[in-house]
C-alpha cells in the first residue's frame, strides 16, 4: 500500500492502523456483487482472529455479541462488502489501496468499505460491554444488486433461528449525518398495443399514441396520500420503444417508468393505483420488494442521535434499508454519497477515526427496549 502522506491526518484521533490495514485488503480483493467471496473470507478472518465467533451464511458474516440473550432488544449493525464495477474513467488501479495527503483510494473505501471496518471496529470494542441490549454484526453481500443471497437471505436465515431484529443501523456513506427515511423503487414494463397499417393509408392504431395517452394520465396523476416524511411519490418514464419502418403504424410500443414510491402507500397499491389510471397498456413491476423506509422521530435511534447534535435528513439513495420489513432502520456513515459509483473512490482516514467514535456514542448513549 502507499503511504505516500507526509501528514498523519488522525492526529489527536484514535489509533486506525488496524481499520485501516482491513479496508486496504478488501479494496486489493475484488467483491463484485454476487462474486464476494474472497472478502467475505477476510472479514471472517479479521473477526475470528479478534475472538468474535464470527459465522456465515452465503457471503454474509455475521457475529452476535456475548450471552445473547432473546428477552433483551437486538440492534443490528449493518455494512455491505460488495461492490460496483469500476468506472471507466478511473485515473488509477481500482484495487491498489493508497493512502495520499490523508486519503484512502480504492474501489469501495467511501461505499460502503469505510462503514464496514468502522462498524466491526465498535462491535469488537463494546460488545463484551453491559448494554441494556444485544450487539449483532452483519457485514452483507449483494446490496449493490438487492441480490437473492444477500439481505434477502440473511434475515429469514435469522428468523429461522429465532433470532429477532429489532432496530439497525445500517453503514452507508451520509458524512456521518443519519438518514430517518429514503424512498422505494417500483420499475414498470409497459405494454401498449395498437393495430399496424400502412402510414400512408392512415390505417391501423398507432400505439404510440395510446401510449402517450396513457402516459399522459400517469404524469399527471396525483396519489390520494402523502408521505409526511418523504413527500409525494415520484414519477417518471425513462424508456420508449416502438416501429420498426417509418412506413408502417406500430402495432405495439414498449415504455419503462421509474418509481419512487413513499410509506403512504405500499408499493402494491402503486402499481393497483396506476393500473387503473392508463386506458390501453399493461404495467407490469419487475419487483415491489424495494419499499421506503421511514424511522419515526420518536424512536430511541433518532433521539440518540439528535440529543448527540446529529441532522437528520432524507437520503436520495436507496439501500438494504428498503429490505428491512419489519423493523426500523437509521442510515448513517464515513464518507459522502457523491464519490459513491464515482471514479476514483476514496475515504478519508479522519472520517473513518471520527465514525469510530460516533457509532460508539450512539450505542453507548441509546436506551433501547423490547417492544
Known amino acids: 500500500m502507499n503511504t505516500s502522506s507526509a501528514t498523519d491526518p488522525t492526529d489527536g484521533l484514535r489509533d486506525i492502523s488496524n481499520e485501516v490495514d482491513l479496508l486496504s485488503r478488501m479494496i486489493a480483493t475484488p467483491s463484485f456483487s454476487r462474486d464476494e467471496g474472497c472478502t467475505a473470507d477476510i472479514i471472517y478472518e479479521y473477526l475470528a482472529c479478534h475472538g468474535a465467533e464470527p459465522q456465515r451464511h452465503v457471503n454474509n458474516i455475521w457475529a452476535l455479541s456475548p450471552g445473547f440473550d432473546p428477552s433483551r432488544p437486538t440492534l443490528m449493525l449493518n455494512s455491505h462488502h460488495d461492490t460496483v464495477r469500476p468506472a471507466a474513467s478511473y485515473t488509477r488501479d481500482p484495487f491498489m489501496p493508497s493512502v495520499e495527503e490523508g486519503s484512502l483510494y480504492g474501489l469501495g473505501s467511501n461505499d460502503a468499505g469505510a462503514s464496514a471496518v468502522s462498524l466491526i471496529s465498535v462491535f469488537l470494542e463494546l460488545r463484551e460491554s453491559s448494554l441494556p441490549f444485544n450487539l449483532l454484526l452483519a457485514v452483507t453481500a449483494e446490496e449493490e444488486v438487492g441480490g437473492e443471497n444477500g439481505m434477502r437471505a440473511f434475515l429469514p436465515m435469522l428468523a429461522g433461528r429465532g433470532i429477532k431484529v429489532d432496530c439497525a443501523i445500517v453503514g452507508e456513506p451520509t458524512g456521518m449525518q443519519p438518514a430517518v427515511g429514503e424512498r422505494g423503487l417500483v420499475v414498470l ?51 420508449i420503444n416502438a416501429g420498426w419502418q417509418h ?23 402503486v ?39 446529529l441532522t437528520p435528513f432524507v437520503s436520495p439513495t436507496t439501500s438494504d434499508m428498503s429490505l428491512m420489513h419489519g423493523f426500523p432502520s437509521l442510515k448513517i456513515g464515513p464518507g459522502q454519497s457523491s464519490r459513491s459509483h464515482s471514479a476514483d473512490e476514496y475515504i478519508c482516514l479522519n472520517e473513518i477515526a471520527e465514525a469510530i467514535d460516533m457509532y460508539g456514542s450512539i450505542i453507548k448513549n441509546l436506551q433501547l427496549t423490547k417492544d
Do not use: K
Not at 207 to 229: G, N
Not at 248 to 269: G, Y
Not at 274 to 299: K, Y
Open 271 to 309: 402499481v393497483s393505483l396506476l393500473r387503473s389510471r392508463v386506458r390501453w397498456s399493461t404495467l407490469t413491476p419487475r419487483s415491489t420488494r424495494v419499499r421506503a423506509s421511514v424511522i419515526e422521530e420518536s424512536h430511541p435511534l433518532v433521539q440518540t442521535v439528535i440529543g448527540l447534535g
Open 247 to 269: 412506413n408502417a403504424i406500430p402495432d405495439e410500443c414498449r415504455w419503462v417508468t421509474d418509481i419512487r414510491t413513499t410509506d403512504a402507500q405500499s408499493n402494491e397499491e
Open 189 to 239: 414494463d409497459c405494454v401498449t398495443p395498437g393495430v399496424t397499417g400502412h402510414a400512408a393509408r392512415g390505417e391501423g392504431i398507432n400505439a404510440i399514441y395510446r401510449a402517450m395517452e396513457d402516459i399522459e394520465l400517469l404524469r399527471t396523476y396525483e396519489f390520494p396520500s402523502v408521505s409526511q416524511v418523504l413527500g409525494p411519490v415520484s414519477l417518471n418514464v425513462t424508456q
